[in-house]
């Protein structure tokens, strides 16, 4: 399963995420975590440009998924990284359409179109 799509963004790293955040809070979805691996880089002695995973969802959405099949728990909540380099900043999602490939997941093709949707639009938004 790939599926892994990448969004260019005209903005700079921290004024991407600051987008990305209002643009999920925006939408009355919930971050529920943020993981900021330059951070634990810098923490550990090692060097890494700015990238960071934001994890958001809304329980209505996912519950669904997992009640069809608890596997598919481990994509969940939904996820956008965000990082820097010598090309600029960029977000990268996993298509959720995908999660059928690998879970059982039969009858729950419109939700998965729907946060395919969600994780696209907020890219955009946030992108710039």
């Known amino acids: 399963m790939s599926g892994v799509v990448v969004i260019p963004s005209s903005l700079s790293y921290e004024a991407a995420v600051v987008r990305l955040i209002a643009a999920i809070e925006e939408r009355g979805l919930a971050v529920l975590a943020r993981v900021d691996h330059a951070a634990g880089a810098r923490a550990a002695g090692l060097e890494l440009a700015s990238e960071e995973v934001v994890f958001f969802g809304n329980p209505t959405a996912g519950t669904p998924l997992m009640q069809s099949d ?5 994509e969940l909540p939904l996820r956008m990284l965000v990082w820097q380099d ?43």
């Open 70 to 74: 608890p596997r598919v728990g481990i």
């Open 86 to 128: 010598q090309d600029g900043t960029r977000f990268a999602y996993r298509d959720p359409r995908k999660f059928s490939e690998v879970y059982d997941l039969a009858g729950h093709e419109e939700t998965l179109d729907r946060m395919n949707q969600q994780l696209s639009d907020l890219a955009a938004a946030a992108a710039g």
